[in-house]
């Protein structure tokens, strides 16, 4: 259980660091007062800083698996529902459903999906908290 667990975390993790790594070439290319196309300074924050959460979530999955596990959820989840309520609120009247199956946004909703089916797999393997063990030489 412990070897899918590792598998698990290892492609989560591979797909954290690309999103990391495509949000700080976003950064590059516009700088970091850009708006993302017009998004208020809260979701426009809120972009940017994923150019430091989604590596420092993948960290987690190796340092603290329980941790970047749920932050990995978490993160996701909040992902896809954040650009989509973008989505919607931009979307001109019909076409919401077109603007939505844009490739990135269908990768981004099929990562949450693949993360959600697999977290079980992810938690159950995961080795437990780092436990303080008593000092031998006292």
């Known amino acids: 259980m412990e070897r899918g667990s590792i598998i698990v975390r290892t492609i989560w993790a591979a797909c954290l660091l690309i999103a990391g790594l495509n949000h700080a070439r976003l950064l ?16 426009a924050a809120y972009q940017s800083s994923l150019t430091v ?12 698996p329980k941790v970047g596990i749920v932050a990995t959820v978490v993160l996701i989840v909040t992902n896809v529902a954040h650009n989509l309520a973008m989505t919607a609120h931009f979307a001109p ?4 459903l077109t603007r939505a199956s844009h490739p990135i946004t269908l ?6 999906l693949f993360v959600v089916t697999t977290a079980r797999i992810a938690w159950r393997g995961a080795p437990h908290s780092r436990s303080m063990k008593p000092s031998s030489t006292m």
């Not at 990768?107 to 949450?112: D, G, I, K, L, V």
Request: no cysteine; net charge negative.
């Open 53 to 64: 959460v989604d590596p420092l979530v993948a960290a987690l999955l190796f340092i603290r």
């Open 107 to 112: 990768s981004q909703m099929a990562f949450m």
């Open 28 to 43: 590059v290319t516009y700088g970091l007062s850009w708006n993302y196309g017009g998004l208020n300074p809260i979701s």
């Open 93 to 96: 009247a019909g076409e919401f």
